[in-house]
């Protein structure tokens, strides 16, 4: 993803964060690819990461502080702590993807050698 693109995504993932419960989060609004092209450039590219900070810092700071003003927050580390999640959870998705199109395929093989091994059975 280049730093354009990331910066416009910048208010959409920040909203996304904001406005919904953590459930609701996992049906994500942005594209799946699009969300991990989004975070491994937060993590590659100290400017536009430094952007997302400061954006965040101001939209959830301010949702937060509404709710407890005398509490202190570490806000980069709730951003890193969230990226990683996010990341985490689209490459399990992405694996576990990978592992049932394998079984399917293990399964298909499976089926094809047991109709090839019948075959021969019955013809010898
Ligand atoms: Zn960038």
Not at 21 to 37: A, F, H, Q, Y
Not at 74 to 102: Q, Y
Not at 116 to 123: E, G, K, T
Request: with cysteine.
């Amino acid at each position: 993803m280049e730093c354009r693109e990331f910066q416009k995504k910048i208010p959409v993932f920040v909203e996304h964060e904001l406005n919904r419960s953590s459930e609701e989060r996992m049906k994500t609004v942005i594209p799946r690819d699009e969300l991990l092209g989004f975070v491994d450039h937060a993590s590659n590219c100290k400017t536009c990461h430094d952007d997302l900070e400061i954006y965040y810092m101001a939209l959830v700071g301010y949702d937060l502080a509404k709710s407890d003003a005398s509490a202190s927050f570490d806000f980069s580390g709730m951003l890193k702590k969230r990226l990683s999640v996010i990341e985490d959870n689209i490459k399990k998705r992405i694996l576990l993807e990978k592992s049932l199109v394998f079984c399917m395929w293990l399964g298909r093989i499976s089926v094809y050698l047991l109709l090839i091994l019948c075959f021969i059975v019955f013809l010898f």
